[in-house]
């Protein structure tokens, strides 16, 4: 069984609609389906999902992320996104609303778009190949950081202004998280990762 998929933080859920433009819905879904045919979001033979795309929400540190257990859905809905309208690294708490828990990684995208306001969109991903390729190569978090913890957040943040957009997550195996000023942009820096294998 993957140690990937199940939220590890104090969600706070409301369910409920939340405000999401045609626009930022068509341009996440465009990128996300790029990074879903080429395998780096989807679903194991065991039934859990990963990877997921998030984008912030104009100045603020809000931001929609592709909610939980949705990896394995080729094409989202509104209904399969998240709105995360607030979070407490220290306190480990999400704070989301949507018909869709907010995606069991939504704390590392909350340490990336509080550390460094540039950040605009992240993406996480999952590949064996790319990780081994580029584990310790690239910036990568410490093993004994576990993917939805204070202590991978924290990690996260130390790096997300030393690193040139790309962080492996050296305790979440296959995981790795890129994030640019566009959703375009951290999709490419993935994509052009996944090129060199």
């Not at 930022?24 to 033979?45: A, P, Q, T, V």
């Not at 220290?90 to 704070?95: H, L, P, S, V």
């Not at 790096?159 to 566009?182: D, K, P, Q, R």
């Amino acid at each position: 069984m993957h140690n990937e998929g199940y939220i590890k933080f104090d969600l706070q859920w409301e369910k409920a609609n939340f405000i999401f433009p045609d626009k930022l819905f068509l341009e996440m879904n465009l990128f996300r389906k790029r990074l879903f045919d080429l395998g780096l979001i989807g679903m194991y033979s065991d039934g859990i999902g990963f990877g997921n795309v998030s984008i912030r929400i104009g100045d603020t540190n809000l931001f929609i992320i592709s909610g939980s257990a949705t990896g394995s859905i080729p094409n989202l809905s509104k209904e399969n996104y998240s709105l995360v309208t607030g979070f407490d690294i220290d306190k480990n708490t999400i704070y989301c609303q949507g018909n869709t828990a907010a995606s069991s990684e939504s704390m590392s995208h909350a340490a990336l778009y509080k550390s460094n306001q540039k950040i605009n969109a992240v993406v996480h991903v999952h590949h064996k190949k790319l990780w081994e390729k580029y584990l310790n190569n690239l910036p990568t978090t410490p093993k004994n950081a576990e993917y939805g913890t204070t202590e991978m957040a924290n990690e996260i943040k130390k790096l997300a202004n030393a690193s040139e957009g790309v962080i492996i997550m050296g305790g979440h195996e296959e995981g790795i998280v890129s994030f640019g000023t566009t959703l375009e942009e951290a999709t490419n820096r993935i994509i052009k990762l996944y090129n060199t294998l």
